[in-house]
């Protein structure tokens, strides 16, 4: 089974509005991180926002939030107000701590394309 | 303040020729890793190291080969070089107290491709 799962291919949003990118995940462990990186076209991998499984609140950084249903194994990325600058792929990833938190597995991205 | 460097930036490789691929940071980060990334996918971890002498194999080790001799040098290396082996390769490194909170630093990547 797939670790990491996110559906969404490609999500398009106009500039200035909400979008939410999703993620769920597959584990049995009971500690665990989930994370989400930016890639934009230059090619880089920028961090953007941690949840831990024992958070009891949703992760928020600027603009970005997490939306953590641990019940339910998603950790959806909500960024508000879009900008053009938000146009790139976003990754989810985890670790668990069976892996003794070393291994980051990630899922296979969704491409956010933003218009004026 | 560089961060996570790699060299080189582009690489055209034959089949069966020999190259590493340079990591280097200046983070003083205990823990780093080798990951690639194929076309229109995540990234897939190749192996990682928790500290100078210490390597491991993450999910895709096969072809490759590590080691960690100082705490800012991580290279890989490819040996006979196989057109699956074309994909771009991202080096990152954190600072680990072994609770997975830590966050993973990217080099730029190194797009490599075996002719």
């Known amino acids: 089974a797939q670790k990491i799962t996110q559906t969404q291919p490609g999500m398009f949003v106009q500039e200035k509005e909400a979008v939410t990118l999703d993620c769920t995940y597959d584990?049995?462990?009971?500690?665990?991180?989930l994370f989400w990186y930016k890639q934009p076209s230059s090619g880089e991998m920028i961090f953007l926002i941690y949840q831990g499984s024992y958070d009891e609140q949703n992760a928020t950084e600027g603009r970005y939030s997490l939306n953590f249903q641990k019940a339910r194994k998603s950790a959806n990325l909500v960024i508000s107000a879009s900008q053009l600058g938000d146009s790139a792929m976003y990754f989810c990833a985890m670790r668990e701590a069976n892996t003794g938190f070393q291994k980051l597995v990630f899922g296979t991205g969704t491409r956010l394309l933003v218009s004026p | 303040n560089a961060g996570v460097t790699q060299t080189p930036k582009f690489r055209i490789l034959k089949i069966g020729q020999s190259m590493t691929l340079q990591c280097t940071q200046d983070?003083?980060?205990?823990?780093m890793y080798w990951y690639r990334q194929d076309p229109g996918m995540g990234l897939k971890l190749i192996y990682y190291s928790v500290g100078a002498g210490i390597t491991d194999k993450g999910e895709v080790p096969n072809g490759y080969n590590v080691s960690r001799s100082t705490t800012e040098d991580f290279p890989l290396r490819l040996e006979l070089a196989a057109p699956s082996q074309t994909s771009v390769y991202f080096c990152a490194s954190s600072y680990s107290r072994g609770r997975g909170t830590d966050t993973q630093y990217f080099g730029p990547g190194t797009r490599l491709t075996v002719l």
């Open positions: 983070m003083n980060h205990n823990y």
């Open positions: 584990t049995s462990d009971q500690s665990y991180g």
